[in-house]
Nanobody, 115 residues
Framework: QVHVVESGGGLVQAGGSLRLSCAAS????????FRWYRQAPGNEREFVASIISAGDTNVVDFVKGRFTISRDNGKNTVYLQMNSLKPEDTAVYYC?????????WGQGTQVTVSA
């Protein structure tokens, strides 16, 4: 079983940066992929970025060039570096880990970008 906990959200001005962290615990050796999603009020949850066990990454087009996903295997932690933030990036950001076909979600961390 895997558990994930997000941290690093907060309030930032447009153009600023934040780094989100997703700390995994439990059977972390079996995690195949980590994904970041976000959900703004009134909107559906949307995919943002992913990183697989081999290290390959994928970032959705609307944040490409601004957001970077990375992982520290020694710390069982995945990061989402967010630069040049825009007000439309305001959302609750969720970490998801897939292990042996099961999906673990964190509680989310709020990111608010002021104009």
């Amino acid at each position: 079983q895997v558990h994930v906990v997000e941290s690093g959200g907060g309030l930032v001005q447009a153009g600023g940066s934040l780094r989100l962290s997703c700390a995994a615990s439990g059977s972390t050796f079996s995690i195949n992929v980590f994904r970041w999603y976000r959900q703004a009020p009134g909107n559906e949850r949307e995919f943002v970025a992913s990183i697989i066990s081999a290290g390959d990454t994928n970032v959705v087009d609307f944040v490409k060039g601004r957001f970077t996903i990375s992982r520290d295997n020694g710390k069982n932690t995945v990061y989402l570096q967010m630069n040049s933030l825009k007000p439309e990036d305001t959302a609750v950001y969720y970490c998801n880990a897939v292990s042996r076909g099961l999906s673990a979600w964190g509680q989310g961390t709020q990111v608010t970008v002021s104009a």
